[in-house]
């Protein structure tokens, strides 16, 4: 059964998933927990709500059974419905949702990451990571905290290895669509100005201001393609994002209605 502690029990799925040699591979705040030391101090702590993996769309059966095999209970109708791209479970004890994505991930914009997956064992990569809380639109202090950790934490670099975050890989996501550029950069600008109320020493903010910096100037100077210009021309008289609509409380009914009244 999914174990109290969210942290550990995410370890736990991961022990599974490598013994079983399937390509499951954690992302949220928790994979910030993993890869960041700066999430356990001072004000970017932060509670962490539910467990979320990005996985392959061609082992969703075999995720299917590992999930269950664990003691989470299938979001029946959900998982009918969505489940070529997205999966989730509940663990009814504990009152928590396991959210996984299939190839991709799709909030507020894509991120083809099925590519990608075979990169790291444990997470999804830093540049990655990074990029789920970059592309958040109504962006919460959950995504501040995040992000900030992660550039504290982590070099901004030219390639993709375990404790470097790959800026030239960001830097070309921006390049090819202009919605990812203008929501990165809207939330760069965002964190930078309301850095201060989380109170990092002197060097962790000019860490942070140095590589958020670093990655705008990245985004700036990347040259563009042609879908990229030819959506600039229309810029924001259309809307560039989308808005997820907001999940459900796991446990806000019976548990004999769970399955058909939480979609």
């Not at 299917?64 to 095999?69: A, K």
């Not at 991709?104 to 991120?111: G, I, K, S, T, Y």
């Not at 975050?165 to 203008?182: E, R, V």
Request: glycine share 4%; with cysteine.
């Amino acid at each position: 059964m999914p174990t109290k502690d969210i942290v550990e029990e995410a370890k736990r799925i991961l022990e599974l998933v490598e013994k079983q040699e399937i390509t499951l591979r954690l992302f949220g705040g928790v994979a910030v927990k993993f890869q960041c030391p700066s999430s356990a101090y001072g004000k970017l702590q932060r509670d962490y709500a539910d467990i979320d993996f990005i996985g392959l769309k061609k082992e969703s059966s075999e995720i299917r059974s590992l999930v269950e095999e664990l003691g989470y209970t299938s979001r029946e109708v959900f998982n009918a419905l969505h489940g070529d791209k997205r999966l989730i479970f509940n663990d009814l004890e504990n009152e928590r949702r396991l959210d996984i994505f299939l190839d991709n991930f799709e909030m507020c914009h894509r991120l083809e990451l099925k590519e990608r997956l075979i990169l790291n064992k444990t997470t999804i990569p830093l540049a990655d990571l990074l990029a789920t809380k970059l592309q958040v639109v109504e962006i919460t202090e959950r995504e501040y905290k995040d992000i900030i950790a992660l550039v504290r934490d982590h070099e901004i670099a030219d390639e993709d290895q375990p404790e470097t975050i790959n800026g030239s890989y960001l830097a070309n996501l921006t390049a090819d669509d202009w919605g990812i550029h203008k929501t990165f950069s809207i939330n760069i600008a965002n964190v930078l100005t309301t850095l201060p109320r989380y109170e990092l020493d002197q060097i962790g903010e000019e860490i942070v201001h140095k590589g958020l910096n670093d990655l705008q100037t990245r985004f700036e100077k990347a040259p563009k393609t042609m879908r990229w210009k030819l959506r600039a021309l229309i810029g924001e008289k259309v809307k560039w994002y989308e808005l997820p609509e907001p999940d459900r409380e796991i446990v806000d009914s019976p548990i004999n209605k769970l399955n058909t009244e939480q979609v």
